[in-house]
T-cell receptor, first 114, second 111 residues
Framework: EAQVTQNPRYLITVTGKKLTVTCSQN?????MSWYRQDPGLGLRQIYY???????DKGDVPEGYKVSRKEKRNFPLILESPSPNQTSLYFC?????????????FGEGSWLTVV | DAKTTQPPSMDCAEGRAANLPCNHS???????VYWYRQIHSQGPQYIIH???NNETNEMASLIITEDRKSSTLILPHATLRDTAVYYC????????????FGPGTRLSVLP
């Protein structure tokens, strides 16, 4: 079954304590990205990656890092989380070619920074 | 990517067809129309997409006007589980381009 898997699904952490949200896809997709979703602001892209070792900033990259060492994994790193990073996070991957190349989302990770 | 305009909310009676409109008057010839939905706070789910012909799958139908400036997503027999936010997105099928999600339409299916 085609899947995008995120972990953890729920996390409460304290300001300044580094954390990583993992993302893995089993569809051999080259393109992966991270979004955050906040009330009234919709889905906003944080970072994306077009292939292994190729990453680029999205619309709201401040305070985040990513890495793409393997095709299937695209972790999101918060080096020093702050309360304004409390949000719902989604990882997504997209097909590489063919008609439509639709995007697939993970189930989301609720992050609270206190 | 072309901008889209959707009504912020709609109601539909259970068992009836839900018709969700989307305006994309600045769409260009190589841009597709995609529909996604998000139930509660789950990850957005792909529904359907098309270029200029009408499309149908097991979930929905997509009707695109001849001038391609608007489209309608049709859920033929809405159920309570179809209550969600529905997003209309237009974009080029280009490997590097992002999906930009607007505010969407909040569909409430009423018993």
């Amino acid at each position: 079954e085609a899947q995008v898997t995120q972990n953890p699904r729920y996390l409460i952490t304290v300001t300044g304590k580094k954390l990583t949200v993992t993302c893995s896809q089993n569809m051999n997709h080259e393109y992966m990205s991270w979004y955050r979703q906040d009330p009234g602001l919709g889905l906003r892209q944080i970072y994306y990656s077009m292939n292994v070792e190729v990453t680029d900033k999205g619309d709201v990259p401040e305070g985040y890092k990513v890495s793409r060492k393997e095709k299937r994994n695209f972790p999101l790193i918060l080096e020093s989380p702050s309360p304004n990073q409390t949000s719902l996070y989604f990882c997504a991957s997209r097909g590489n070619s063919g008609y439509g190349n639709t995007i697939y989302f993970g189930e989301g990770s609720w992050l609270t920074v206190v | 990517d072309a901008k889209t305009t959707q009504p912020p909310s709609m109601d539909c009676a259970e068992g009836r067809a839900a018709n969700l409109p989307c305006n994309h008057s600045t769409i260009s010839g190589n841009e597709y129309v995609y529909w996604y939905r998000q139930i509660h706070s789950q990850g957005p789910q792909y529904i359907i997409h098309g270029l200029k012909n009408n499309e149908t799958n097991e979930m929905a139908s997509l009707i695109i006007t001849e001038d391609r400036k608007s489209s309608t997503l049709i859920l033929p027999h809405a159920t309570l589980r179809d209550t969600a936010v529905y997003y209309c997105i237009v974009r080029v099928v280009n490997y590097g381009q992002n999906f930009v999600f607007g505010p969407g339409t909040r569909l409430s299916v009423l018993p």
